[in-house]
């Protein structure tokens, strides 16, 4: 019924930058707070950044002042803007999102499949 499809990952260079977006997708009547995670080999998965309707957003202390979460309402998309990126922010990213499905009364959490992003030193 849903669907949260990220893209833009990658191979890049230490100091370089990525935008990543995603796009939630299917019978959506509305969409809360949306999120970016991320999952590192042998870690475990943490918020990255966090985007509340309104337009509130929240990072993780490593990457402020590096990321910026926004989205795009009309779109149904929210991005992550990548810059100065280290080797450390290798992992896969996540988009999640909380979606209140058309005819439904409840919000329900939704992940996407996840997107490679590698920074090389």
């Known amino acids: 019924q849903v669907q949260l499809v990220e893209s833009g990952g990658g191979l890049v260079q230490a100091g370089g930058s990525l935008r990543l977006s995603c796009v939630a997708s299917?019978?959506?009547?509305?969409?809360?707070?949306m999120g970016w995670y991320r999952q590192a080999p042998g870690k475990q998965r943490e918020l990255v950044a966090g985007?509340?309707?309104?337009?509130?957003?929240n990072y993780a202390d490593s990457v402020k002042g590096r990321f910026t979460i926004s989205r795009d309402y009309a779109k149904n998309t929210v991005y992550l803007q990548m810059n100065s990126l280290k080797p450390d922010d290798t992992a896969v990213y996540y988009c999640?999102?909380?979606?209140?499905?058309?005819?439904?009364?409840?919000?329900?959490?939704?992940w996407g499949q996840g997107t490679q992003v590698t920074v090389s030193s």
């Open positions: 999640n999102a909380n979606i209140v499905v058309e005819r439904s009364h409840y919000e329900y959490n939704y």
């Open positions: 299917g019978s959506i009547f509305s969409i809360g707070g």
């Open positions: 985007i509340i309707r309104g337009g509130r957003t």
